[in-house]
């Protein structure tokens, strides 16, 4: 294996205006290990789809089981009739959190008769419409205090605008026990967008005056109003070269951006260079048969190649259904261009690297352990997998005093292509700012980053 190398964060730009609160059930197309589809709400893309019945014409059809397992635990059990990959009619749905539907779904969604119990025992049993309760019956969750997300510095760069959604479990005392990202444009208003959201204040959703958990989807619109300190254009998220089926009515799109790392000793030594890649996007939305086929630097291929396997998209459709596709992307990568843009933290972080005697903490050192309010897991693409087969690889980074990641590099893996994907990983994860006696404080951190699948039980 190569050496592998410190990477920079490699940023470009987007751009916020407004915000609101949605009660939202979103799903997501997934496939099992027979190539059949299902639309399951609820579910994530990194999820593991099994079933026990036929599938008919690439979708699982008829009477049957399906389970959905989230990072190698069960996580929803459906039993229905389904057509075309879409829950009709009667169906018992169980979640591992102790919540339970049983009665009817129209396309995957309650609607019509049934009985809902949430996790804390509350219960409604009635009339449901496309997924939700009377209106007379219930609050919606609503906030208390708004989130107000700042439009970030290394951003003011460039003149582009952006769309984050995050869904935000809002538990029955009203505080946020978990966040998904259903759109992102950039990593850096990402990062703003759950920053902003988990200082906000809420009041539950409830049903007849008890208090419910309930997900709440909320979009932030970035746009830039300041005056451009840099009159340039980022081709960070270049539009893919779709080279599908010509008669594609929605051709596949970015879903979620991931970060794109540079690495840190070609930036050091102002190495530029491009990568381009081909990729295969299935019916779910999820990157396969991702190819560098060219690259002036490895790591730089590498690097482009992580990216598009740790990003989510939009399937193409054709006739209403999504289906398979694939594309073509060039990503440059110049340390003078317009394309790279270092944040003031990461080159506050280099100085004091640089110093003779740099300010830098270990964990121990801290008034509590590193706490992080943001993580999500690493994309196991399948061309790695094995059954139950895990892989591990372990990352290094710096927690700065905004509790931000920087300069993640490898320390250990036996996969260079999972090193990459765990930088990309680890690039979006926000941690409570690290403190020593109540100040905030610069910290290098040590964690194994875990590539599994989910076993057959």
Not at 38 to 57: F, H, K, N, Q, R
Not at 241 to 259: G, I, L
Not at 264 to 290: H, M, R
Not at 399 to 419: F, M, R, T
């Amino acid at each position: 294996m190569s050496q592998y190398l410190k990477c920079i964060l490699f940023l470009a730009c987007f751009s916020l205006s407004s915000h609101s609160l949605a009660e939202e059930e979103t799903g997501v197309w997934l496939i099992d290990k027979n190539g059949c589809k299902a639309y399951l709400v609820g579910a994530e893309p990194s999820d593991t789809l099994l079933w026990d019945g036929d599938c008919i014409d690439g979708y699982i059809s008829g009477k049957g089981t399906a389970m959905l397992r989230s990072h190698g635990k069960l996580s929803l059990t459906m039993k229905a009739s389904f057509y075309k990959g879409q829950a009709e009619g009667h169906a018992i749905v169980e979640y591992a959190d102790g919540a339970k539907y049983e009665g009817t779904l129209v396309h995957g969604v309650e609607d019509g008769s049934g009985r809902r119990t949430w996790p804390n025992g509350v219960v409604y049993s009635g009339l449901f419409s496309k997924g939700e309760i009377p209106a007379n019956r219930f609050k919606q969750a609503d906030y208390v205090e708004k989130p107000a997300a700042s439009f970030p510095e290394v951003m003011s760069y460039y003149g582009h605008k952006g769309k984050i959604i995050l869904r935000a479990n809002i538990d029955q005392t009203g505080r946020v026990t978990e966040l998904k990202v259903d759109q992102s444009h950039h990593p850096a208003f990402e990062k703003a967008a759950i920053k902003a959201i988990l200082k906000a204040k809420f009041s539950p959703r409830k049903l007849d005056n008890q208090a419910i958990p309930a997900w709440v989807q909320v979009p932030f619109t970035f746009t830039f109003k300041g005056d451009f300190k840099k009159q340039a254009t980022s081709t960070y998220r270049s539009e893919l070269e779709d080279r599908s089926d010509p008669e594609v009515t929605e051709p596949v799109q970015y879903k979620v951006v991931a970060p794109v790392v540079y690495p840190f000793e070609l930036y050091q030594q102002s190495v530029d260079g491009s990568a381009t890649i081909t990729a295969t996007i299935n019916p779910a939305g999820e990157p396969s048969n991702v190819k560098v086929i060219k690259a002036t630097h490895e790591a730089f291929g590498r690097a482009t190649k992580a990216m598009i396997e740790s990003s989510l998209f939009t399937p193409a459709y054709k006739d209403n259904a999504p289906i398979w596709s694939s594309f073509t992307f060039e990503q440059t990568f110049t340390k003078l261009g317009r394309d790279v843009v270092i944040s003031e933290n990461t080159l506050q972080l280099l100085d004091e690297l640089n110093s003779k005697t740099p300010d830098i903490h270990k964990m121990q050192e801290l008034d509590k352990k590193l706490n992080p309010l943001y993580a999500p897991r690493p994309v196991f693409p399948a061309e790695y997998r094995a059954k139950d087969a895990s892989q591990r690889v372990l990352v290094e980074f710096y927690v700065d005093k905004q509790g931000e990641v920087q300069l993640p590099h490898i320390i250990k893996a036996d996969n260079e292509d999972l090193a990459w994907i765990a930088l990309s990983t680890v690039s979006r994860w926000l941690f409570e700012p690290p403190t020593i006696k109540g100040k905030p404080v610069d910290v290098v951190a040590k964690i194994p980053v875990v590539f599994e699948i989910d076993a057959v039980e």
